[in-house]
Structure formats: C-alpha cells, structure tokens
C-alpha cells in the first residue's frame, strides 16, 4: 500500500519570504505521479504543481517548485515570494497506475499561514 | 459545465437517514472519483468509475455506501442508515481519462449526521 506522509501541522511565512512544505512516501513501484494541491476555505481542490515520477528534472510552475529525491522518497514545495493568497491547506499527493485505477493517496495536509 | 458542480452544499440530516450526493463532472471527462474528507484530514478514496462501471470500489468502507453514474456522467453517491461517523466532506473529481490526467475537483457537499 501506497502511504504519504506530511510532518508538518501548520507552517507559518511572511509575506513576500519564501518556505517549504515537507511530504515523505512510501511505494514500491516505480512509475507514478506526485501532486501538491491547494485547497482554500471554498474546498476545492486545486492543482498547484505535478511531478511525473520519471522525469529526472525538478518541475516548476512560476513561484511554485518541488525538489523531487526518488531514492529518498521526498516530495517538497518550495513557494518563492509567498502572497497572501497562499494561505491555504496544501496536500501531497502520490498516483499510480494499475491498469484499471489511478485513484490518489493524500497526506494529512499542511495548514500554511501568510502574515503581513 | 464549466466544472465540477456537487450538489448540496451542505446536508444536515439525522442517525438512521438516508441521503444522495450528487456530482456533476466536467462534460467529456470519462473518469470519475469520490473521495471522503473528515475534519483534519487528507481526502480519501472511496470509489473510481470510468464510464458506467465502477472500475475500482475498494474505499467504499462498508454496503451502507454505494455509487452509481447509470449514463456515464452525473454520479450519485448514496448512503443508507446513516450514521454520525459517515459526517465529513464528500468531494467529487473528473478526469478527462482514468490515467494520466489531471484531476478536476469540485467543491463538495458536507454532511452533517446529528
């Protein structure tokens, strides 16, 4: 079983700093996805950034970027030039494929807090 | 539609009740997903359909909970005999396939069983 784990309750930075949220998992396979998803007070979850497990270079996605370690199963989200419309629930997320699901696995989250 | 739309919002109902929750994925998505999300927690996954058929049930947690999407879009989750433990946030998802697509998710319907 594929097990995804967030250390990290609640992280606080101010606006403008830069911080990352830590997720370590646990799989035996060798292909698959990682994903980090915001979700805001309205529930919804959204993308923020995807990871495919094969690709060697680190993905980006403007002030959002991940350092992926394959051999050490870890998956952070570095967010430059933190605004106050980060502040958010951040989830990792860890997907395979069997041939017939691709469900996700979650973390427990991280509470991110924005300060002035 | 433009998203997923889950409907209600909010559903407040007592021990014993039976309930629906409805998800309306985004038009052309062949994959869809309901996962349950308890307070403090991540989501967790309850059942995939691809097209009509339930092509993975495996986190649904007992035959109190069953799924349905009859024409291969609108997918209704019911719960019977509702019990104060089934309260959480029920959210939907579609893909556009089951494999490498990204996941749209909608905004949920939370229960509440009192």
């Known amino acids: 079983a594929q097990t995804v784990t967030q250390s990290q309750p609640e992280m606080s930075v101010q606006e403008a700093e830069t911080v990352t949220l830590s997720c370590t998992y646990d799989?035996?396979?060798?292909?698959?996805?990682l994903f980090w998803y915001k979700q805001p007070p309205s529930r919804q979850m959204i993308l923020v950034i995807r990871?495919?497990?094969?690709?060697?270079q680190n993905a980006t996605e403007n002030r959002f970027s991940v350092n992926f370690q394959k051999a050490a199963k870890s998956f952070s989200l570095k967010i430059s030039d933190s605004q106050l419309g980060d502040a958010a629930m951040y989830f990792c997320?860890?997907?395979?494929?069997?041939?017939?699901?691709?469900?996700?696995?979650f973390g427990t989250g991280t509470r991110l807090q924005v300060t002035l | 539609g433009a998203g997923v739309s889950q409907t209600p919002s909010n559903k407040v109902t007592e021990k014993g009740k039976y309930v629906e929750l409805r998800c309306d994925p985004i038009?052309?998505?062949?994959?869809l997903y309901w996962y349950r999300q308890s307070l403090g927690q991540g989501p967790e996954f309850l059942i995939y359909?691809?097209?009509?058929?339930?092509?993975?049930d495996s986190g649904l947690p007992n035959d109190r909970f069953f799924a349905v999407r009859p024409e291969g879009s609108v997918s209704t989750l019911k719960i019977q005999r509702t019990e104060r433990g089934d309260s959480a946030v029920y959210l939907c998802?579609?893909?556009?396939?089951?494999?490498?697509?990204?996941?749209?998710f909608g905004e949920g319907s939370r229960l509440t069983v009192l």
């Open positions: 359909f691809q097209g009509t058929g339930a092509a993975d």
């Open positions: 799989t035996s396979e060798s292909d698959y996805y």
């Open positions: 997320a860890f997907q395979f494929f069997t041939g017939t699901a691709s469900k996700l696995t």
């Open positions: 990871q495919e497990a094969y690709k060697q």
């Open positions: 998802a579609s893909s556009l396939t089951g494999y490498t697509g990204e996941l749209f």
């Open positions: 038009s052309g998505h062949t994959a």
